[in-house]
């Protein structure tokens, strides 16, 4: 049966992108006229996944009011179809929010929406990953899902010396673009990598995960991170792949990659890209 679930964790402070964010989300911070987290849901819908959690946290009100009803707006917009459209549109998707109130790391605020998801296998997006593609990623991932069962992790091919950034995989190719995983090494030196492939933040779950999250050793920070989790998972012998999407990935939670992600995002919107690539252009920016 075809996954429906999907669980967005949305809980992060964004300490990258201060003093902005200081009383918004960062996941609020546009990409031209939408939101970060609106480019999220949309790519959960697109690839069927209709039951959508979001894991906010203290002062991230925002999020959730972006996506719920405004009447005040709408009347406002009744001479404005176009715009009106847009926003109801948004305010129709029901989405269940729930609130991490101790920032205890990925495994945590998995746990904290365990009630909404019932046990059963989801989709896992990390919001700062924004991809541009054909097909949506986390599809591409649900299809390697129900080709070979157990759990899917995004992955994408880095600069070795970029691999300490990463999750790096080691594993064993299946077919094209796949491999079945036999371990991640959390940002290993770039020496020390098995691999150039990068996990990125769109995963689909199996339900063997629910049991060990709870038993997710804490560093010693006291965060649960989900990468021990996944190796728990194959330690026990489930089965994890990588899969190598296609598409364009951009980290918004940094501020270079959400720049570059609005101006890729211009650039293809028709209204916008003549301007634009005028004034880039006109910058004369030297190499």
């Known amino acids: 049966m075809r996954i429906r679930k999907a669980l967005i964790l949305a809980a992060g402070y964004g300490t990258r992108f201060l003093p902005a964010t200081k009383a918004v989300p960062k996941e609020m911070l546009p990409i031209v006229d939408r939101p970060v987290i609106q480019y999220i849901v949309e790519e959960a819908l697109a690839a069927g996944l209709d039951q959508i959690v979001i894991v906010t946290a203290m002062s991230k009100r925002a999020i959730e009011d972006h996506f719920d009803r405004n009447p005040d707006l709408e009347a406002a917009l009744a001479k404005k179809p176009d715009y009106l459209e847009e926003v109801r549109r948004i305010s129709g998707i029901e989405i269940a929010f729930v609130r991490q109130k ?13 009630r909404f998801m019932g046990d059963e296998p989801f989709a ?13 990623a986390i599809g591409q991932l649900l299809d390697v899902q129900e080709r070979h069962g157990g759990s899917v992790i995004a992955v ?4 070795q ?3 300490v950034h990463y999750g790096a995989i080691d594993g064993e190719p299946l077919e094209e673009g796949v491999w079945r995983v036999r371990s991640i090494v959390e940002k290993p030196a ?3 990598a098995p691999s150039n492939l990068g996990s990125v933040g769109r995963f689909v779950l199996s339900a063997d995960i629910w049991p060990l999250l709870e038993k997710t050793p804490p560093s010693i920070g006291g965060e649960m991170f989900f990468t021990d989790t996944m ?3 194959m330690e026990k012998g489930g089965e994890v792949f990588a899969y190598e999407y296609e598409g364009q990935r951009f980290d918004t939670g940094r501020p ?7 101006i890729y995002t211009a650039l293809r919107r028709p209204e916008i890209a003549p301007e634009l690539a005028e004034f880039l252009r006109a910058l004369n920016v030297p190499a």
């Open 161 to 163: 010396q970029e691999i």
């Open 124 to 136: 896992l997006f990390y919001p700062d990953d924004v991809i541009f593609s054909d097909k949506p």
């Open 256 to 262: 270079i990659g959400l720049l570059k992600a609005s």
């Open 102 to 114: 101790e920032m205890k790391g990925q495994s945590h605020a998995i746990l904290g929406a365990r």
């Open 156 to 159: 994408q091919r880095v600069p």
């Open 231 to 233: 190796t728990m998972l």
């Open 190 to 192: 770039a020496d020390e």
